[in-house]
């Protein structure tokens, strides 16, 4: 995903910083059939939003699509009924939501990370331009340990587990897009570590269809995403003035596109969630699409990259998705060609 690069690239800088602490175990054991890949939201172990689980999560749904292994479920696409059940396939309707979207439930496996926070108050001592002292200061030096499980539905056991420490700059620049960028790229780094340890106990299979066009994905899912006691982030920008909304939105559509330019961020602003199309293949156009459309829905679930990718993953060529597309006329159905 070209739109998450510059988190990947923080991944890569910190690779060096983060790599002694970072462990990955893979189980041994035989080859596993995997068809289909679920992340959890990341569980944080201190107060968060709800919208950061959400987005840290999809995060790491991206890099998982990224390789082109699994079909891929995000937060949001599953419910949570004990999160900490020690199987997560008992904790949640996921197997329901693989066999009900065409996946077998027995040929899964399930990403869990979560988060903890250490922190401690220390004394800097500060100095002046000409290098002598000039008094103190108080800083809180916060250390997180991330932490991922993966399980697979057949064994219904771990087959792997990895973990990272990463410490905090507490003097880097605060930007609300994300107060966390070390930890951020930790656990990017992290995931990308253990997809590759996994690769010979459960490789997954290529997707050989594309879909005919291009699109940049509206990432506004994450204001409707709730969790056990954290409201979604929209109860949160009712209570904020026109201006301060403003501000709060454009900092959530900039986690995931940190250096887009102001008119891209001003179609995120004024549209619902969904796949803004951004280059049209020829198939794609005969079928109706064109650049500027915004996909809603695709098989009648919300439009995110991975359900669009759930959908080209089951399709057989010759087959069609079916897709909703708002436009400034109102809505269309379309179905676009599998190429």
């Not at 792997?160 to 420490?165: E, L, M």
């Not at 979604?232 to 330019?261: G, H, K, N, W």
């Not at 602003?269 to 695709?298: H, S």
Request: contains cysteine; neutral net charge.
């Amino acid at each position: 995903m070209t739109h998450f690069a510059r988190l990947l690239g923080l991944c890569a800088l910190l690779s060096s910083g983060c790599g002694p602490s970072l462990k990955v175990n893979v189980r041994p054991g035989a080859e596993l059939p995997v068809q289909a890949a679920a992340v959890y939201p990341v569980a944080f172990r201190w107060d968060e939003p709800a919208f950061r689980s959400f987005e840290l999560s999809q995060a790491m749904v991206l890099r998982v699509m990224a390789t082109d292994r699994y079909a891929v479920f995000g937060p949001g696409e599953f419910k949570l009924v004990r999160e900490s059940a020690a199987n997560p396939f008992v904790g949640s309707d996921i197997a329901l939501g693989l066999a009900d979207r065409g996946f077998s439930a027995m040929q899964a496996v399930v990403f869990r990370p979560w988060v903890e926070k250490r922190a401690q108050s220390a004394i800097k001592q500060l100095y002046g331009p000409d290098g002598k002292p000039k008094g103190t200061q108080r800083v809180e030096e916060v250390t997180y340990l991330a932490h991922l499980e993966v399980f697979h539905s057949a064994s219904r056991e771990i087959i792997a587990d990895a973990s990272v420490t990463v410490e905090a700059d507490p003097f880097a620049e605060h930007d609300p897009a994300d107060p966390q960028p070390d930890l951020t790229a930790a656990i990017l780094k992290l995931l990308e570590k253990t997809l590759s340890s996994l690769k010979n106990r459960a490789p997954g299979q290529p997707l050989e269809r594309a879909a005919g066009f291009e699109y940049l994905w509206n990432p506004k899912a994450s204001f409707s995403f709730a969790m056990e006691g954290r409201p979604p982030f929209s109860e949160t920008l009712r209570a904020l003035d026109v201006l301060e909304q403003d501000v709060a939105i454009e900092a959530r559509l900039r986690f995931f596109y940190p250096d887009a330019d102001l008119k891209t961020l001003a179609a995120f602003k004024r549209q619902p969630a969904g796949l803004l199309v951004t280059k049209v293949g020829e198939a794609a156009a005969q079928a109706g699409l064109t650049a500027g459309d915004l996909i809603t829905e695709v098989h009648g679930e919300p439009a995110l990259p991975q359900t669009l990718q759930r959908a080209l993953r089951l399709a057989h060529p010759g087959q069609a998705i079916a897709v909703k597309v708002r436009r400034t006329s109102g809505f269309s159905d379309l179905s676009l060609p599998v190429q």
